[in-house]
């Protein structure tokens, strides 16, 4: 069974940054594809970013496009998200999911859907205030 271990969140002024990590207990096909969602309250879960970790291929949302940035350690087993100019809107508890990845052009129709993984982190804090 694999696990997800989410760390990095905190509280930062807007501006600032933050990196998010999540560690995998083992890497196996099952977590070739990883994603960042987070939900904020009264919110639903949103997709923020994911990545191939065979290809290295990456999509974003919107949203954080040119503020953050996901990365791989794979000696680690780790994903990274690099959070920065973080604004208010940011606040959410953020997730950390994997699971099988389908091809390139698949996965880009539906990195950002709950639905397309079945691993999922306990969540860590993001708070960003004005």
């Known amino acids: 069974h694999v696990q997800l271990v989410e760390s990095g969140g905190g509280s930062v002024q807007a501006g600032g940054s933050l990196r998010l990590s999540c560690a995998a207990s083992?890497?196996?096909?099952?977590?070739?594809?990883v994603a960042w969602f987070r939900q904020a309250p009264g919110n639903k879960r949103e997709g923020v970013a994911a990545i191939r970790r065979d290809g290295g291929e990456t999509w974003y949302a919107a949203s954080v496009k040119g503020r953050f940035t996901i990365s791989q350690d794979n000696a680690k087993n780790t994903v990274y998200l690099q959070m920065n100019s973080l604004k208010p809107e940011d606040t959410a508890m953020y997730y950390c999911?994997?699971?099988?990845?389908?091809?390139?052009?698949?996965?880009?129709?539906?990195?950002?859907?709950?639905?397309?993984?079945?691993?999922w982190g306990r969540g860590t804090q993001v708070t960003v205030s004005s």
């Open positions: 083992q890497v196996t096909a099952s977590t070739g594809c």
């Open positions: 999911a994997a699971d099988f990845c389908p091809s390139v052009a698949d996965f880009g129709t539906k990195w950002y859907r709950t639905t397309s993984f079945g691993h």
